[in-house]
């Protein structure tokens, strides 16, 4: 269960695919539209979570998730408007999507501690890749200082976020 | 060595000699900026004395907590938001943030 590498994150891998690194660099608003996305996919299923986890630390965890990354997505959403830049879907953000629900039922498929585990378990791996390709990827293709000052503070954030993920991921052990 | 605590302590002397006429503060009450800014309290080891006054910065977009292990506080501090609190009991209190419990910080208590 562990090894097993959820589609979401194979479709960020997608930032570092032939593909997308021969095409023309990410502008603007494909960054903010894929973040955006990203937070979004977490949400959804934190709120999952919420209903679902059994683990009191489990739920304590998603809790955090919902609360963090709506007020991150409306830092954005704040941004965007102030720079008057509107979001562009993507295949990126696309894929992420259409992947990401497909987890999402994959995940409400199961039960109790199962649930739990494997929930946080690609909470660990979802952070760690969307933390890869900020630094790799979308920090340093955004141009406008503040997007890219706003996806710093998300890396800081969503690297907690990735700590606080393991911690709870070894306590289920 | 405690950078956290010498400037501040300094500046309080100064105003509570310029003050000590008009207002009845303890001469030895200071206040402490401890801010909390990209998911860290900074300084991570602060000393302070019983009666002072801590000033919590929250630079983050993030609502936080500052959650003594031992009980003995529990401060919120919504987002951009500056919230203080008197310290009341001495103590070495390990504190941390409920919400993002990798966020850990000290403060030396002496009474």
Same mark, same amino acid.
């Given at each position: 269960m562990?090894?097993?590498?959820? *589609?979401?994150?194979?479709?960020?891998?997608?930032?570092? &695919?032939?593909?997308?690194?021969?095409?023309?660099?990410?502008?603007?608003p494909q960054i903010a539209h894929i973040a955006y996305t990203a937070g979004v996919i977490d949400i959804a299923a934190a709120k999952q979570a919420i209903s679902k986890a059994s683990n009191k630390d489990v739920k304590a965890f998603a809790q955090?998730?919902?609360?963090?990354?709506?007020?991150?997505?409306?830092?954005?959403?704040?941004?965007?408007k102030k720079l008057k830049v509107t979001p562009e879907d993507n295949d990126t953000s696309k894929a992420l999507s259409k992947q990401a629900s497909e987890k999402l039922a994959e995940l409400a498929k199961l039960k109790g501690a199962d649930y739990d585990k *494997?929930?946080?378990?690609?909470?660990?791996?979802?952070?760690?890749?969307v933390n890869g390709?900020?630094?790799?990827?979308?920090?340093?293709?955004?141009?406008?200082?503040?997007?890219?000052?706003?996806?710093?503070?998300?890396l800081k954030i969503f690297q907690g976020h990735q700590q606080h993920a393991e911690h709870v991921a070894t306590e289920l052990k | 060595m405690r950078p956290g605590r010498y400037l501040p302590v300094t500046a309080a002397s100064?105003?509570?000699?310029?003050?000590?006429?008009?207002?009845?503060?303890?001469?030895? *009450?200071?206040?402490?900026?401890?801010?909390?800014?990209?998911?860290?309290?900074?300084?991570?080891?602060? &000393?302070?004395?019983?009666?002072?006054?801590?000033?919590?910065?929250?630079?983050?977009?993030?609502?936080?907590t500052a959650t003594a292990r031992n009980g003995d506080f529990d401060i919120t501090t919504p987002p951009k938001k500056t919230v203080t609190s008197v310290l009341?009991?001495?103590g070495t209190v390990e504190y941390y943030c409920r919400y993002h419990p990798n966020m850990k910080a000290v403060l030396r208590i002496e009474p």
């Open positions: 562990f090894v097993r590498i959820s *589609a979401a994150i194979a479709a960020l891998s997608l930032l570092g &695919s032939p593909a997308l690194a021969q095409g023309a660099k990410l502008t603007d955090d998730m919902v609360r963090d990354h709506e007020a991150v997505n409306k830092q954005a959403l704040d941004l965007v *494997a929930y946080v378990a690609n909470e660990v791996a979802y952070h760690k890749t390709a900020l630094e790799t990827q979308l920090i340093p293709s955004a141009s406008n200082p503040e997007l890219k000052g706003l996806l710093q503070t998300g | 100064v105003m509570a000699v310029l003050l000590s006429a008009a207002i009845a503060v303890p001469a030895h *009450a200071a206040t402490i900026q401890i801010t909390i800014e990209n998911m860290e309290f900074a300084p991570a080891e602060v &000393s302070a004395r019983v009666g002072d006054t801590i000033e919590w910065i929250n630079k983050d977009v993030l609502v936080h009341k009991k001495a």
